[in-house]
């Protein structure tokens, strides 16, 4: 015989299954509640990080712009130098370059474009271009110009000229010592005719230094690119003028635009 009266039924009451199902709740709103946090922190994190890496590119930014300035400013100032000016207004009609090199004026210009370069490290070359003699006077006496050598087809001069003021060049790989340079120009003209040109070349490594003050983190790369997109500075230099990798780029900054790309 059964005694139902110390018979327990199994399973939860009423009472127990309302506090399972306000756990459940409080659970469910728990991992929500940190879910939307833990998106709120992540987004915040990654804001900040984005902040700081666009203050450092706009520091690096302005000090590049000093120093493209100043190299500028070392052209304009050579194309003013009594020496150099002498020498440019000796030359003109002079078609033998040969000439040019036994007169007075070479030797003193020379002093002054070697003076220039000894003075600022970061200056790879210095010189003054003459269109008549197609010839330049360099600090590096050695470097010398071919007799195919045409002053008036190379692109630096074509796009100084059409300047009409001092600038920068687009960066080029440079003949002489085979390495990526940018040069500042400043065009000279008598009457309206161009007749030269003073130059100051200096390279891309000149900019190392400064873009290693930015503080990267983890998956992120400082390069620069030209205004045709091509890589003319990386830290693994094998990318440099690298067609693939330059293409590579341009995808990232439109596919992300410009979110983990900062211009600089």
């Not at 207004?89 to 370069?117: D, M, P, W």
Request: hydrophobic residues 40%; charged residues 25%; aromatic residues 6%.
């Amino acid at each position: 015989m059964i005694n139902r009266s110390n018979t327990k039924r199994k399973g939860l009451g009423v009472s127990g299954r309302i506090s399972v199902i306000v756990i459940s709740l409080a659970l469910a709103v728990f991992l929500i509640t940190g879910f939307i946090i833990s998106s709120q922190v992540t987004r915040i994190v990654e804001d900040l990080v984005k902040r700081e890496l666009t203050l450092q590119a706009e520091k690096t930014s302005s000090e590049i712009n000093a120093f493209l300035l100043e190299k500028a400013e070392i052209s304009k100032l050579m194309s003013q130098t009594d020496s150099v000016m002498r020498l440019i207004a000796s030359g003109r009609n002079i078609t033998n370059k040969n000439r040019i090199k036994e007169t007075t004026e070479y030797q003193n210009a020379l002093k002054t474009i070697q003076n220039i370069k000894n003075g600022e490290d970061t200056i790879q070359l210095a010189y003054v271009a003459l269109k008549d003699s197609n010839s330049i006077i360099a600090n590096d006496t050695s470097i010398e110009v071919g007799d195919d050598y045409d002053l008036t087809t190379r692109e630096w001069y074509v796009d100084a000229i059409e300047k009409t003021e001092t600038s920068i060049s687009e960066p080029y790989m440079d003949v002489a010592t085979n390495k990526l340079v940018f040069s500042a120009i400043t065009p000279l003209f008598n009457d309206d005719n161009d007749i030269g040109a003073t130059v100051v070349d200096f390279s891309i490594d000149s900019l190392s230094d400064m873009l290693s003050t930015i503080n990267i983190y983890k998956g992120n790369t400082v390069f620069i690119t030209d205004s045709d997109g091509e890589v003319i500075y990386h830290p693994d230099k094998s990318n440099i003028l690298n067609p693939d990798y330059s293409r590579q780029c341009v995808k990232i900054a439109i596919r992300f635009e410009n979110r983990r790309v900062i211009k600089i």
